[in-house]
């Protein structure tokens, strides 16, 4: 799986845990609606910025996301 994909399905796993919708992300995050959106939907792998911001948002570390294995541990 490339990687682009593992995080954004990853983000898209912890937004569904917490009921977070994209509009909720992109406010709890500052970052631009437009930006998610084309991150997860063309899966686009995020700056270390946004990527730190995201993870803030959902309550989860960094490496939560960049991990090489699957884990849903926090």
Same mark, same amino acid.
């Given at each position: 799986m490339m990687a682009a994909e593992q995080v954004s399905r990853r983000i898209r796993y912890y937004m569904d845990q917490r009921e977070i919708d994209i509009d909720k992300l992109a406010s709890l995050t500052g970052l631009d609606r437009e930006f998610l959106d084309t991150m997860l939907e063309t899966q686009v792998l995020p700056p270390l910025g946004p990527l730190m911001k995201?993870?803030?948002?959902?309550?989860?570390? &960094?490496? /939560?996301? &960049? %991990? %090489?294995? %699957?884990? /849903? %541990?926090?």
């Open positions: 995201i993870a803030r948002a959902l309550g989860v570390r &960094l490496g /939560t996301f &960049l %991990d %090489d294995q %699957d884990s /849903t %541990d926090p």
